[in-house]
C-alpha cells in the first residue's frame, strides 16, 4: 500500500513538473501576443477613465473594462507579470462591487483609481517592450 | 499503465467481486447450486465455469493505461495554448480546445470517441460556461463526465451554480501547472473508477445471467426446496405415502396448497430468488401446521401437497384458507412488476378411508384440483358450475364412476377386515377349509407373519385394524349393514366372531 502510495506521488510529481515544462514552453509561445494586446487595452482602459472623469459615472463602458481586467486577470501573472496580474484582479473585483452598487460613489471612485493602476502598469510594461501605446 | 497499477490487481479485484457474489449464493452442493441430479450438476457446472473464464478475460488488461480525451473551452486564446501546452506536457492525452461554448457543442457532438474531460472557463460571451455545463450533461453519455471549471478569484460567486449545473470541480486561475495536474488526476482517478465498475458492473450482470439460466426451472417442476423439517421431495412424498403401512394413513388427509399468480411470480423472480420464495412458502405452511407430524411437498406450479394424520384435520380446518406472505424485494430485472406479498390458498382436504396406492393417488389429485378450483379466477368457477348445468349426462357419469369407487372402497375393506379376522382365528382356532381356500397367497402370507409376531392379542370387546392397533368404533361394510363395536345385543361373542357371521364365515 505505502510501496504504490509513493509511486503514485511520484506519478503526480513527474507529471507537475512535465506539466510545468510545458507550460513554460507555452508561456514563452503566448507571451509576445500577450504584449501585443497590451497597447489595445490600454486604449480601452484609458478611455473609460477619461469617460468617468468627464461624466462622473463608469457605466457606458464598465462592460468593456471587466472584459480586459478579466483577461489580464487570468493570464497576467501565469505569463510572468505578477503585478499586472494582481492589479488586473483588484480593477476587476473593483468594478463587480461597483456595478452591484453603481450609487456609491467610494466604489465609483475605488474602480475609477483601479483602472487607472491598472492602465499605468500596461503603459509601463509596453514601454519596457517598445510597444507604444499613444 | 501508471506505475504502482497492474492489470493483475484489477483482475484481483475483479475477481474478489466475483468471489463476494458467488459467496452470497453459497449452498452445500456443487458450485453453489443445488442441483436435481448429478448429470445436471455437472452440465451445469462446466457450462458456468466457462462463461466465467470467458467474462473474466474479457476484463481489459490495459485498463491502467487509460487515457483522456479532454475538451477545453475559453474565449481567450492564449488560455488555451497554455492550457493545449501544459495537458499534453504531463501526458494526459488527446487535447482540444475551443473558443466558444457553441463550438464546443458541436465538437461534442461529432466527437467520434467521446470526450473524458471537460475544461470550461465560466465567463465568456454568448453561452457562458455554466450554461455550456448544464448542456453538455444532457449528454447521456456525458452525465457522469468529469467537467472542470475554470475561474478567475472573483468569479468565485459562480461556483455554486456551476456545481448546481454538474459541474464536477473547479480550477482558479492564474494558472497553475501543478494543481491542474492534481485536479485532472483525480477526475482521471474517478473515470478510472467509474469504468472499471461499469466494466464489473457488465460482467457481474453476465454471470448473474448465466446463474440465472443454469438454474432456471420451469414452472411446472417439482423444485427440490432443500432441506427443512417436513419438507419432502416428491418422489419421496409419495414413497412415504406409497410405503406407510395402510393403517398409519387410514384417514389421514391429503391437503393442497397453491400459491396464488404464480405465474406472475414465477415469471418477475430470477430463478434463484423464485426458489427462496418457494422455500419461504414451504416454511409458512409447515409453521402452520406445527406439531401435527405433517409431510409437505412441492409438486410444481407452485402447488403444495401435504398429508396430516387423523388427529391434525382439526388443526388444518381451523387454519385460515388463505395466508399472505412477503415477498423479498427482489434484485431482478422485473422488481417493479412484483407485487409486495403472495397469498397461499389452501383447498379442502381429502380424507383416506382406504390407503390403497389408488385410493391416495386419487386423494392427492383430488385435493389438488379442490384448490385449483379455489385459485382458479371467479370467471372459471362460475363457467365450471355452468358447465355442470348444461350436461346432466356428465352428472350421472360421475355419479356412477362415484358408485363404482365406493363398492371398490367396500370391497377393499371387507378384504381388510377378512385380513383381520384370519388373523384372530389363526390365534383362537384353525380357519374352514372354505375360508383357507378363499385367501389369496398374499394374504396367507401376512397372516403367517403376523402370527409368528403374536402382536394381535386384542382386549375384548375391540376391534382393531391390522397394523396400528387403533380401535375402530363402527365401520360400514355394506349399506345398511353396520357392525357395532360397543353395545352390541351379543356381547358375549368375540367382536371377531360377530364380524364373521356378518361376512357369512361363521361355523356356529
Known amino acids: ?41 490600454y486604449k480601452t482602459l484609458d478611455h473609460a477613465a477619461e469617460a468617468a472623469m468627464g461624466e462622473g459615472i463608469l ?33 476587476e473585483t473593483a468594478i463587480a462591487a461597483y456595478r452591484c452598487e453603481q450609487d456609491s460613489t467610494v466604489l465609483r471612485d475605488i474602480s475609477f483609481s483601479k483602472i487607472r493602476h491598472l492602465a499605468g502598469l500596461i503603459e509601463a510594461i509596453c514601454a519596457a517592450h517598445g510597444k507604444c501605446v499613444s | 499503465m501508471p506505475p504502482g497499477e497492474t492489470a ?48 473474466v478475460n474479457r476484463i481489459p488488461s490495459n485498463i491502467g493505461r487509460l487515457n483522456m480525451k479532454i475538451l477545453a473551452v475559453d474565449d481567450d486564446r492564449i488560455v488555451l495554448n497554455l492550457l493545449d501546452g501544459l495537458l499534453k506536457s504531463a501526458d494526459f492525452g488527446e487535447v ?46 456525458h452525465r457522469d463526465t468529469p467537467i472542470l471549471m475554470l475561474t478567475s478569484m472573483s468569479e468565485k460567486t459562480y ?45 457481474i450482470a453476465s454471470l448473474i445471467d448465466v446463474l440465472d439460466r443454469t438454474t432456471q426451472h420451469d414452472l411446472e417442476e417439482a423444485i427440490d426446496l432443500g432441506k427443512m423439517e417436513g419438507l419432502l421431495r416428491y418422489p419421496a412424498f409419495e414413497n412415504y405415502l406409497y410405503q406407510s403401512g395402510r393403517a398409519a394413513l387410514f384417514r389421514s388427509t391429503i391437503f393442497a396448497v397453491k400459491i396464488r399468480n404464480v405465474e406472475d411470480i414465477h415469471r418477475n423472480l430470477p430463478p434463484l430468488e423464485f426458489k427462496a420464495f418457494l422455500q419461504t412458502a414451504a416454511s409458512t405452511i409447515l409453521d402452520r401446521l406445527k406439531g401435527h407430524d405433517v409431510f409437505i411437498t412441492y409438486r410444481g406450479d407452485g402447488e403444495f401437497v401435504g398429508v396430516i394424520p387423523r388427529r391434525g384435520q382439526a388443526i388444518l380446518k381451523a387454519l385460515d384458507d388463505e395466508i399472505v406472505i412477503a415477498i423479498e424485494e427482489s434484485e431482478g430485472k422485473h422488481t417493479a412488476k412484483l407485487p409486495a406479498t ?14 390403497t396406492r389408488g385410493e391416495l393417488s386419487k386423494a392427492i389429485w383430488n385435493a389438488v384440483q379442490r384448490v385449483r378450483t379455489r385459485t382458479a379466477p371467479v370467471a372459471q368457477q362460475n363457467q365450471a358450475r355452468q358447465g355442470t348445468r348444461d350436461f346432466p349426462a356428465g352428472i350421472s357419469r360421475l355419479r356412477q364412476e362415484s358408485d363404482d369407487f365406493k363398492e371398490d372402497l367396500r370391497a377393499e375393506f371387507t378384504q381388510l377386515l377378512r385380513d383381520s379376522l384370519q388373523s384372530e382365528l389363526g390365534e383362537h382356532r384353525k380357519p374352514s377349509r372354505r375360508r383357507q381356500k378363499k385367501a389369496p397367497a ?46 352390541d345385543e351379543n356381547e358375549k361373542l368375540p367382536v371377531s366372531q360377530r364380524v364373521l357371521k356378518v361376512l357369512g364365515y361363521s361355523n356356529g
Not at chain 2, 461534442?108 to 472557463?121: E, G, K, M, N, R
Not at chain 2, 403472495?342 to 390407503?355: D, E, H, K, R, Y
Open chain 2, 342 to 355: 403472495a397469498t397461499l390458498v389452501f383447498g379442502p382436504g381429502a380424507s383416506i378411508l382406504m390407503p
Open chain 2, 159 to 203: 461556483i455554486d451554480r456551476a456545481f448546481s449545473a454538474g459541474a464536477s470541480d473547479y480550477l482558479t486561475k492564474p494558472l497553475d501547472a501543478t494543481e491542474i495536474v492534481v485536479r485532472l488526476g483525480i477526475a482521471r482517478q474517478l473515470m478510472k473508477e467509474r469504468k472499471s465498475l461499469a466494466e464489473s458492473t457488465d460482467v
Open chain 2, 96 to 141: 482540444q480546445t475551443c473558443e466558444s461554448a457553441e463550438r464546443a457543442l458541436e465538437l461534442i457532438a461529432d466527437a467520434q470517441t467521446p470526450f473524458t474531460c471537460f475544461l470550461l472557463d465560466i465567463q465568456m460571451p454568448g453561452m457562458d460556461g455554466i450554461e455550456l455545463c448544464e448542456k453538455i450533461r444532457e449528454f447521456p453519455k
Open chain 2, 442 to 487: 398374499s394374504v396367507s402370507k401376512k397372516r403367517q407373519a403376523k402370527a409368528s409376531r403374536g402382536d394381535d392379542r386384542k382386549r375384548p370387546g375391540s376391534f382393531s385394524s391390522v397394523n396400528s392397533g387403533k380401535k375402530l368404533h363402527r365401520v360400514k361394510l355394506r349399506a345398511g349393514e353396520r357392525i357395532e363395536a360397543y353395545g
Open chain 2, 8 to 55: 493483475a490487481e484489477t483482475r484481483d479485484s475483479a475477481g474478489y467481486r466475483l468471489k463476494r457474489m458467488f459467496s452470497s449464493y453459497s449452498c452445500p452442493s456443487i458450485g453453489g447450486f443445488r442441483i436435481q441430479d448429478q448429470s445436471r450438476a455437472t452440465a451445469q457446472l462446466s457450462l458456468f465455469l466457462s462463461i466465467v473464464v470467458s467474462l
Open chain 1, 59 to 91: 457605466a457606458p463602458s464598465v462592460d468593456e473594462v471587466m472584459f480586459i481586467a478579466h483577461r489580464i486577470a487570468g493570464v497576467g501573472k501565469t505569463l510572468g507579470f505578477p503585478d499586472l496580474g494582481d492589479s488586473a484582479r483588484q480593477t
Open chain 1, 1 to 41: 500500500m505505502d510501496n504504490q502510495s509513493g509511486s503514485t506521488n511520484g506519478t503526480i510529481q513527474k507529471a507537475a513538473s512535465n506539466a510545468i515544462a510545458g507550460l513554460e514552453a507555452a508561456v514563452r509561445n503566448s507571451r509576445a501576443e500577450f504584449v501585443a494586446r497590451l497597447p489595445e487595452y
